[in-house]
């Protein structure tokens, strides 16, 4: 079936470092890829998306690309803040339209 | 403002209980998901509904069930038969029913920690 990998958390960078949160994916067809945020105690906010082979996602800073040749879109920003301190999930839409997550990624940004 | 809103926050639960969680939506979305998260394991889906007075069972349904009179509503109880029930709990809703292309977004709301004393 559908899955999604994540690389395992937590990581922990200084503020202004590059981030990069690695995420591969198992999936027939060409399912819609997704990166949401989640801040401690809240629901997940969607980040960026990408629909089809070569899109890439972006928003505040942070892109992904959807690579269809490594099964790939890993979450990069090029200089991180305190304030980006969270969990990242890596999801796919199956073909049932349900969507499939990662286990998530913990990110802690020191000052 | 548009968007999802779950209460209570918080619930605390006594063993044998069943306590109903409470998600509303005024997005004008067809589809709506219930989710359990636990801490290291993601989100796993309870229950999903695309339109109303219909829903299905997602991968862990057991010890829970829901209903989806309105559009804008859609409930989840946490019965007795759930045996760890412990968790935080977050409902989402999506423009498009499940299936069709488009990318099938969802959109969250702040979730419902819930405890079992």
């Known amino acids: 079936g559908d899955s999604v990998t994540q690389m395992e958390g937590p990581v922990t960078l200084s503020e202004e470092a590059f981030l990069t949160i690695n995420c591969t994916y198992t999936a027939t067809g060409y399912p819609s890829l997704f990166w949401y945020v989640q801040y401690p105690g809240e629901g997940l906010q969607l980040l960026l998306k990408?629909?089809?082979?070569?899109d890439k996602g972006s928003n505040k800073g942070f892109e992904a690309t959807y690579r269809k040749e490594t099964t790939s879109f890993h979450l990069e920003k090029g200089s991180v803040q305190v304030s980006d301190s969270a969990v990242y999930f890596c999801?796919?839409?199956?073909?049932?339209?349900?969507?499939?997550f990662g286990q998530g990624t913990e990110l802690s940004v020191k000052p | 403002d548009g968007g999802i809103t779950q209460s209570p926050k918080y619930l605390f639960r006594k063993e044998g209980q069943n306590v109903t969680l409470s998600c509303e939506q005024n997005?004008?979305?067809?589809?709506m998901y219930w989710y359990r998260q636990d801490p290291g394991q993601g989100l796993r889906l309870i229950y999903y509904s695309q339109i109303v007075n219909d829903f299905q069972k997602g991968d862990i349904a057991e010890g829970y069930s829901v209903s989806r009179e309105k559009k804008e509503s859609f409930p989840l109880t946490v019965t007795s038969a759930q045996k760890n029930p412990t968790a935080f709990y977050l409902c989402?809703?999506?423009?498009?029913?499940?299936?069709?292309?488009?990318?099938?977004?969802?959109?969250f709301g702040p979730g419902t920690r819930l405890t079992v004393l």
């Open positions: 990408a629909t089809k082979a070569d």
């Open positions: 999801a796919l839409s199956s073909p049932s339209g349900k969507l499939i």
């Open positions: 997005l004008n979305h067809d589809a």
């Open positions: 989402a809703s999506s423009t498009l029913p499940p299936g069709l292309a488009g990318g099938n977004e969802q959109f």
